[in-house]
């Protein structure tokens, strides 16, 4: 079974600031990978992901994550945060084929960026 | 393009009524559809996904059921209501396996 973990549950920055948020995921088959931004009171709103291809993937906001399959890790990065990043952010991971239609969740890291 | 509505946003039950949240989406035809609660601090805990009409899956047992009496509509109840079932419900779709899932809205319901 699939199996999300990330890593910090909080993640205090300051403005302008480089910020990096762990995922490490276990699975016994490939899989796809997304990252979602919940903003407070608002559903999930996704910011990149990976199903092939290149391992480096841009998403909106101008965030990236790096799929490192020998890790097992899928970390979201940018370089320089903005107070409107604040948020909590979701890590998540899906199996290739079979007939699993869901979606496996880390317990999500909140991002507060302080000015 | 494809949109999810949710409703209602906010909602005010006593203990022991009666629940309905609908789910709707526009734009696609024959999407997965899920319900996932989250509670205060906590992760997405997945309730409900439903591959096709009529066909519903549940993962956790519950004092909630599903329906899907069309396509594109996704209806999550309760006859009597807990304490325990405050939180913040999400509706959300996808098109397929290995697609992202998109989310709409969501409902905080508190529990009088």
């Known amino acids: 079974a699939q199996s999300v973990t990330q890593l910090d549950s909080q993640v205090p920055v300051f403005e302008e600031a480089p910020v990096e948020l762990r995922c490490n995921y276990s699975?016994?088959?490939?899989?796809?990978l997304f990252w979602y931004v919940q903003y407070p009171n608002q559903g999930l709103q996704l910011l990149l992901k990976?199903?092939?291809?290149?391992?480096l993937v841009k998403g909106i906001n101008g965030f990236e994550a790096e799929f490192n399959k020998s890790q097992t890790s899928f970390h979201l990065r940018k370089p320089s945060v903005h107070i409107s990043d604040t948020a909590e952010y979701f890590c998540?991971?899906?199996?290739?084929?079979?007939?699993?239609?869901?979606?496996?969740f880390g317990k999500g890291t909140l991002l507060t960026v302080n000015p | 393009s494809q949109t999810i509505h949710q409703w209602p946003a906010t909602l005010v039950q006593p203990v022991g009524s009666p629940l309905s949240l609908e789910c709707t989406v526009e734009?696609?035809?024959?999407?997965?559809l899920y319900w996932y609660r989250q509670a205060a601090g906590r992760g997405l805990q997945l309730l409900f996904y439903s591959v096709g009409i009529g066909q519903i899956s549940s993962e956790v047992p519950q004092n909630l059921s599903a329906s899907r009496p069309q396509d594109r509509q996704f209806i999550l109840s309760s006859k009597k209501l807990l304490l325990s079932d405050s939180g913040f419900y999400l509706c959300a779709w996808t098109q397929g396996r290995g697609q992202p899932q998109h989310f709409g809205d969501g409902t905080r319901l508190s529990i009088l």
């Open positions: 734009g696609t035809s024959n999407p997965n």
């Open positions: 699975s016994s088959v490939s899989v796809y």
């Open positions: 998540a991971v899906s199996e290739y084929g079979g007939s699993n239609y869901k979606l496996t």
């Open positions: 990976y199903l092939s291809g290149s391992t």
